[in-house]
């Protein structure tokens, strides 16, 4: 029941920017924490950015300062802003919705390369 859409993946050279989509449904929205995950090859998946229902952030350490979480309840969807991004940002970047919860998106791939 739980539906999480994603949108926005694709190349991009070093220091450019780029904006992912993930659209709910199946949730009360404006009621949960929302978080992006990423996962390089060999790598674990960690959490990149967390937004409550708040509308309070976290953020990775190798992101802050770069990234930007941002949430439309209206919209049902929440958003991950990347700026400057580097090479070390490629990965499949994840939705998770609620964030505590086991429910995903399919995943959408960030490649930072010139």
């Known amino acids: 029941q739980v539906q999480l859409v994603e949108s926005g993946g694709g190349l991009v050279q070093p220091g450019g920017s780029l904006t992912l989509s993930c659209a709910a449904s199946?949730?009360?929205?404006?009621?949960?924490?929302l978080g992006w995950y990423r996962q390089a090859p060999g790598k674990q998946r960690e959490l990149v950015a967390s937004?409550?229902?708040?509308?309070?952030?976290t953020y990775t350490d190798s992101v802050k300062g770069r990234f930007t979480i941002s949430r439309d309840n209206a919209k049902n969807t929440v958003y991950l802003q990347m700026n400057t991004l580097k090479p070390e940002d490629t990965a499949v970047y994840y939705c998770?919705?609620?964030?505590?919860?086991?429910?995903w998106g399919q995943g959408t791939q960030v490649t930072v390369s010139s």
């Open positions: 199946g949730i009360i929205f404006r009621l949960h924490g």
């Open positions: 998770k919705a609620p964030l505590n919860s086991a429910f």
């Open positions: 937004i409550n229902s708040g509308f309070s952030t």
